[in-house]
């Protein structure tokens, strides 16, 4: 499985010990093509991966996505190098092998993915994800912090992003300018603006 760089899918998932099982990663497929998922239960990330035919779907670790990100910087790093001193580059596989059990990376380190049985499968996140057709929108209300780190995770880099809804109280769909690939779910919530005081 190779996920690009770009996408900080984690920043969607969720930190709260009391619900594990969000606190993971999901590889597995939406609309045919494959998918990493990330939710926190108020926002949603979506964004696709390259997975290889013997790779297994299911929940990976955030630690073992860091640490295949860590691998990739050295990767980079010594491409550089050889590039800097004309030396032939070397072909290095950047890719982590997804196993039933383990996540395993290029230097055959590996990591164990959560088991089945030790936390809750992940959560049915298809019900929440609108239908994308375009319907009258509404004023809604949002979290700003939420909304950034929604779009880190979908990898909007300096890029906009595109917010439809059906109605305030149903999930938002976030679309990042620069990657239609990748698709966001944000939940609203319930604010209270006074009306300005315009004499």
């Keep these: 499985m190779k996920l690009s760089k770009k996408y900080k899918i984690e920043e969607a998932a969720s930190k709260d010990s009391s619900r594990p099982s969000i606190n993971h990663i999901e590889i597995t497929t939406h609309n045919d093509k494959p998918v990493a998922v990330a939710t926190d239960g ?5 964004v696709p991966v390259e997975m290889a035919e013997d790779d297994k779907p299911g929940m990976i670790t955030v630690e073992a996505l860091k640490r295949s990100r860590k691998f990739q910087k050295r990767v980079a790093s010594r491409r550089s190098f050889r590039y ?34 030790e936390t809750r499968p992940y959560p049915d996140w298809t019900k929440v994800v609108p239908d994308g057709k375009e319907h009258t929108t509404f004023k809604i209300g949002l979290n700003p912090s939420l909304l950034y780190k929604l779009a880190k995770a979908m990898g909007a880099g300096d890029g906009g992003v595109s917010i439809l809804c059906k109605s305030p109280d149903e999930p938002m769909i976030v679309r990042a300018e620069r990657d239609p690939d990748a698709l966001g779910i944000l939940m609203p919530m319930r604010i209270h603006i006074p009306e300005p005081n315009i004499p």
């Design 42 to 46: 108020r926002m949603l990330a979506i």
């Design 84 to 117: 800097r001193r004309n030396e032939p580059d070397q072909i290095i596989p950047e890719d982590i092998k997804l196993s039933e059990t383990d996540v395993v990376f290029p230097d055959r380190a590996s990591l164990p993915r959560p088991a089945i049985g």
